[in-house]
T-cell receptor
Framework: SQTIHQWPATLVQPVGSPLSLECTVEGTSNPNLYWYRQAAGRGLQLLFYSVGIGQISSEVPQNLSASRPQDRQFILSSKKLLLSDSGFYLC???????????FGPGTRLTVT | SQQGEEDPQALSIQEGENATMNCSYKTSINNLQWYRQNSGRGLVHLILIRSNEREKHSGRLRVTLDTSKKSSSLLITASRAADTASYFCATVEADNFNKFYFGSGTKLNVKP
């Protein structure tokens, strides 16, 4: 069966520090991968999606970036965090075609 | 923005009652999906309805889709305290199956 992992679960970082969040998927090949951010009490904002290694589509211009160095690994990064980067970050995967998404447990990021 | 909007934002009912949530969206879609999120957790897929379908059932869930009105509803029958969660609709673009747009969610509280 397929599983999706995210780490860390929680993170407190000062403004201006770098960020690296990792997401890995097991049990499937060539998944579509997604990064979302959820502000407190709000919906999900699509940040990036990837349909293959090295292929990244950005939905929202900001100080975040994403990379996909391996088929089942998706990384969200920032060189310098802003206060507005605080939120709940969710990674998700979906199969080929129009299928449902499967979400990881999320990372709660607090920028202080 | 193509993001859907759920209505109501919050709903409080007694156990055993039915809960109805609505979702509206703006552009052409391939399908619409409903997800559930327990507090502080990732989202879980509930049901998918394609643009050429009008109604779909899964257990205690009933989803309708009206593409002429660009709206969908989720009905949970005979609610239970365990149904307490936030519910989100997500639309998948007709011309880009990789893009999922989530609404702002309905927070459902089922009182025992």
């Amino acid at each position: 069966s397929q599983t999706i992992h995210q780490w860390p679960a929680t993170l407190v970082q000062p403004v201006g520090s770098p960020l690296s969040l990792e997401c890995t998927v097991e049990g499937t090949s060539n998944p579509n991968l997604y990064w979302y951010r959820q502000a407190a009490g709000r919906g999900l904002q699509l940040l990036f999606y990837s349909v293959g290694i090295g292929q990244i589509s950005s939905e929202v211009p900001q100080n975040l970036s994403a990379s996909r160095p391996q088929d089942r690994q998706f990384i969200l990064s920032s060189k310098k965090l802003l206060l507005s980067d605080s939120g709940f970050y969710l990674c998700a995967w979906s199969g080929l075609g129009v299928n449902e998404q499967y979400f990881g447990p999320g990372t709660r990021l607090t920028v202080t | 923005s193509q993001q859907g909007e759920e209505d109501p934002q919050a709903l409080s009912i007694q156990e055993g009652e039915n809960a109805t949530m609505n979702c509206s969206y703006k552009t052409s879609i391939n399908n619409l999906q409903w997800y559930r999120q327990n507090s502080g957790r990732g989202l879980v897929h509930l049901i998918l309805i394609r643009s050429n379908e009008r109604e779909k059932h899964s257990g205690r869930l009933r989803v309708t889709l009206d593409t002429s009105k660009k709206s969908s509803s989720l009905l949970i029958t005979a609610s239970r305290a365990a149904d307490t969660a936030s519910y989100f609709c997500a639309t998948v673009e007709a011309d880009n199956f990789n893009k999922f747009y989530f609404g702002s969610g309905t927070k459902l509280n089922v009182k025992p």
